[in-house]
Nanobody, 119 residues
């Protein structure tokens, strides 16, 4: 049982920054991968960034060098620092927790937070 709540979205000018937070209701294992996805109108949900329990990260090519994902297992929180935002980054951003169990992985999702980048 995992509940995820995102926060930090909003309206920002191109080139600006936002920091998204995702608070988990349950303890996040160091073996569990956390991530951020986004979905723009009319488009499929796509992965933005992932971080493993060991701290390894992976980013979509479109955000590499601009976004930074991090996690604080003690606080059950995952962050996404977004710098140099572009209009193409406009989307609803969803927090994802991929929880490993004895039966395999299970994905949990937050409700999403809106990020709008516009002049």
């Amino acid at each position: 049982q995992v509940q995820l709540v995102e926060s930090g979205g909003g309206l920002v000018q191109p080139g600006g920054s936002l920091r998204l937070s995702c608070a988990a209701s349950s303890v996040i294992s160091g073996r569990d991968t956390m991530g951020w996805f986004r979905q723009a109108p009319g488009k499929q949900r796509e992965v933005v960034a992932r971080i493993t329990g060991g701290g390894s990260t992976n980013y979509a090519d479109s955000v590499k060098g601009r976004f930074t994902i991090s996690r604080d297992n003690a606080e059950n929180t995952v962050y996404l620092q977004m710098d140099n935002l572009e209009p193409e980054d406009t989307a609803v951003y969803f927090c994802n927790a991929r929880i490993l169990t004895a039966l395999g992985y299970r994905d949990y999702w937050g409700q999403g937070t809106q990020v709008t980048v516009t002049s």
